[in-house]
C-alpha cells in the first residue's frame, strides 16, 4: 500500500505565495509518476500538475502554467508544489497523487492512490 500525506495550505491573498507538500510512504514502483489535482467547491477534481518520478519530467494544466512549480525529492519521497501569484480561483482542496506507472497523465482514473487533501484558500 501506499499512503500519502500532503501539507502546506492555508489562507493566503491574491497575489502571495504558498508551498505544498506530499510525503508519500509504503511500498515503492520502479517507475512511476505524480501528480497535484485540485477540488473547488461545487466542481469536478481537475488536474493541476504532475511529475514522472525517475526523470522528473513535468506537466501542468494550462491555468497554473508559469505561476506553480512542481518538485520532487526522490530520496525522502517528497512531492512539491509552489504557488506563486495566486488568484482567488485557486482555492480548492488539493491532493496528491500516485500512478503506479510511468508517464503523467492528467485523468482521476489514471491514478491509484489519493491523500486527503489541503485546503487552499485565496482571498481577493
Known amino acids: 500500500q501506499v499512503r500519502l500525506v500532503e501539507s502546506g495550505g492555508g489562507l493566503v491573498q491574491a497575489g502571495g505565495s504558498l508551498s505544498l507538500s506530499c510525503a508519500a510512504s509504503?511500498?515503492?514502483?520502479?517507475?512511476?509518476?505524480m501528480g497535484w489535482f485540485r477540488q473547488a467547491p461545487g466542481k469536478e477534481r481537475e488536474f493541476v500538475a504532475g511529475?514522472?518520478?525517475?526523470?522528473?519530467?513535468?506537466r501542468y494544466a494550462d491555468s497554473v502554467k508559469g505561476r506553480f512549480t512542481i518538485s520532487r525529492d526522490n530520496a525522502k519521497k517528497m512531492m512539491y508544489l509552489q504557488m506563486n501569484s495566486l488568484k482567488p480561483e485557486d482555492t480548492a482542496v488539493y491532493h496528491c497523487?500516485?500512478?503506479?506507472?510511468?508517464?503523467?497523465?492528467?485523468?482521476?482514473?489514471?491514478?491509484?492512490?489519493w491523500g486527503q487533501g489541503t485546503q487552499v484558500i485565496v482571498s481577493s
Open positions: 497523487a500516485l500512478r503506479a506507472m510511468p508517464g503523467v497523465l492528467t485523468t482521476i482514473r489514471d491514478y491509484d492512490y
Open positions: 509504503g511500498r515503492t514502483f520502479s517507475s512511476y509518476a
Open positions: 511529475i514522472t518520478w525517475n526523470l522528473g519530467g513535468t
